[in-house]
């Protein structure tokens, strides 16, 4: 399982790759995802099928970079309403394995629609990448009905200036 997520975090990080200034805010309403969202760059959207909560699940991505910063949003519908807060927790894992972070500081999150669960969380953590370089994360997972969400912000260093804009920006739709 972490392998596939491996590589869906890889693809995050080498589709965000171009970067376009930072002070051109946009929403955008990825079509079926449910969601609302704030970006300071256009996205690029990717899908891959992943094993996620014992499952072959389809997980979609949207992505982009601005100012040295990666920005993405991913989305999957789990189908199962008994694996939702595993197929949370399995992501929440995967993000810290990534950057072999062993500690992260956790807030409580609100995005507005969204089902509550008992992972649901923003998180923060700093690790490496597999090359050794130091980097910073921010991620915030959450849940409606059957569909889960992860939002991240990476960089060498996430100010809340890139964060609060970003996180702020997330609301579910009807």
């Not at 399982?1 to 002070?23: E, F, I, N, Q, R």
């Not at 499952?55 to 910063?69: H, K, P, Y």
């Amino acid at each position: 399982m972490h392998a596939v997520l491996k590589s869906l975090w890889w693809a995050l990080v080498v589709a965000g790759c171009g970067c376009t200034p930072a002070d051109e805010w946009r929403e955008l309403r990825p079509e079926n995802s449910g969601i609302v969202a704030s970006f300071p760059c256009k996205p690029d959207r990717l899908a891959r099928t992943i094993a996620l909560a014992g499952r072959d699940t389809r997980m979609e991505m949207l992505v982009c970079s601005a100012d040295g910063l990666t920005f993405g949003l991913a989305f999957a519908d789990i189908g199962d309403p008994r694996s939702v807060t595993r197929a949370l927790a399995e992501l929440r894992a995967a993000a810290m394995a990534n950057l072999r972070a062993t500690a992260a500081s956790e807030r409580s999150l609100a995005v507005p629609g969204m089902t509550p669960n008992e992972r649901a969380a923003r998180l923060r953590f700093e690790g490496r990448r597999p090359d050794g370089v130091a980097m910073q994360e921010q991620a915030a997972f959450f849940v409606r009905g059957m569909r889960i969400y992860q939002a991240t912000i990476l960089g060498p260093t996430v100010a809340e200036s890139a964060s609060e804009p970003f996180f702020g920006g997330l609301r579910l739709t009807p």
